[in-house]
Nanobody, 126 residues
């Protein structure tokens, strides 16, 4: 059974940093893409960043580009999100996601085709 467990959220002042982690279990995920999404109150879940199984390439949403960095450690089945220069508008519940099939990219609009963690709250005060 696949399980994703996020950690590292919290309360931080604007301009501060947090590092989120997502530990995956239930299989080996070296052949899977891994990504992060977020959902603010009253808003839809939105894509933040993703890695691919192919190589070390990553892709981030324009809203976080240059501030957030996604990385992964295949030996630990873990994906990270380093968040710097945080803004109040980054406040949200952050979720990690893995496609249900290997060799499949993160599909930002196909939520049902991913495994999800329970989320971790990130609150940025002004």
């Amino acid at each position: 059974q696949v399980q994703l467990v996020e950690s590292g959220g919290g309360l931080v002042q604007a301009g501060g940093s947090l590092r989120l982690s997502c530990a995956a279990s239930g299989r080996t995920f070296s052949n899977y893409a891994m990504g992060w999404f977020r959902q603010a109150p009253g808003q839809e879940r939105e894509f933040v960043a993703r890695t691919t199984w192919r190589d070390d390439s990553t892709y981030s949403a324009d809203s976080v580009k240059g501030r957030f960095t996604i990385s992964r450690a295949n030996a630990k089945n873990t994906v990270y999100l380093q968040m710097n220069s945080l803004k109040p508008e980054d406040t949200a519940v952050y979720y990690c996601a893995i496609p249900k099939r290997p060799y499949t990219d993160i599909l930002p609009h196909r939520h049902d085709e991913h495994y999800w963690g329970q989320g971790t709250q990130v609150t940025v005060s002004s």
